[in-house]
T-cell receptor, first 115, second 113 residues
């Protein structure tokens, strides 16, 4: 069975600074996807970034980038130039590339961006 | 915002009652998944529907059941409600051919008293 662990329940960062959220996972699969989702107080889950395990290059989306270490089963999210609108819960998620395509989520990290 | 809608937004039920939650998929999406998110936790997979058939189920008892309709909208039914069923229920829709892009609705907050 796959598991996803987020060891930082809460983090804070000053506006315009950089913050890194940690995520580790456990799986025996070799072909899978990893995701970071943002859940603001409005509750809607919003995809931040996606990484395909077979791609060595780290994914980037504007101010968001990941550090994907497949051998270490680590998948951290870096947010550069943090903005007040980045305040939210952030969930790391795993999806195997076969069978039922379902997310396995971590317990989340609450990020607060301070003015 | 995604094109996925859910109703109702909130509801309160009493232990032992039954509840039906509804999800309307993003246009053209033929696969719907349901998740339960307890307070302070990440979402947990309940089940998935494709072409009106259940296509995978998580570790939830049979009193959690679902339906998918020909227009791809979906229902989640929970019988014999328990206090621990209090949670945010999320649905996510996707195309069968592109399961890595799932779009979530805003959720239904269920409170069981």
């Amino acid at each position: 069975a796959q598991t996803v662990t987020q060891s930082q329940p809460e983090m804070s960062v000053q506006e315009a600074e950089t913050v890194t959220l940690s995520c580790t996972y456990d799986t025996s699969e070799n072909n899978y996807y990893l995701f970071w989702y943002k859940q603001p107080p409005s509750r809607q889950m919003i995809l931040v970034i996606r990484q395909e395990a077979y791609k060595q290059q780290n994914a980037t989306e504007n101010r968001f980038s990941v550090n994907f270490q497949k051998a270490a089963k680590s998948f951290s999210l870096k947010i550069s130039d943090s903005q007040l609108g980045d305040t939210a819960m952030y969930f790391c998620a795993f999806m195997r590339n076969s069978g039922t395509y379902k997310y396995i989520f971590g317990t989340g990290t609450r990020l607060k961006v301070l003015a | 915002e995604t094109g996925v809608t859910q109703s109702p937004t909130h509801l309160i039920k009493t232990r032992g009652q039954q509840v039906t939650l509804r999800c309307s998929s993003q246009s053209g999406h033929n696969t719907v998944s349901w998740y339960q998110q307890a307070l302070g936790q990440g979402p947990q997979f309940i089940f998935q529907y494709y072409r009106e058939e259940e296509n995978g189920r998580g570790n939830f008892p049979p009193r959690f059941s679902g339906l998918q309709f020909p227009n791809y909208s979906s229902e989640l039914n929970v019988n014999a409600l328990e206090l621990d069923d209090s949670a945010l229920y999320l649905c996510a829709s996707s195309l069968r051919d592109n399961p890595y892009e799932q779009y979530f609705g805003p959720g239904t907050r269920l409170t069981v008293t």
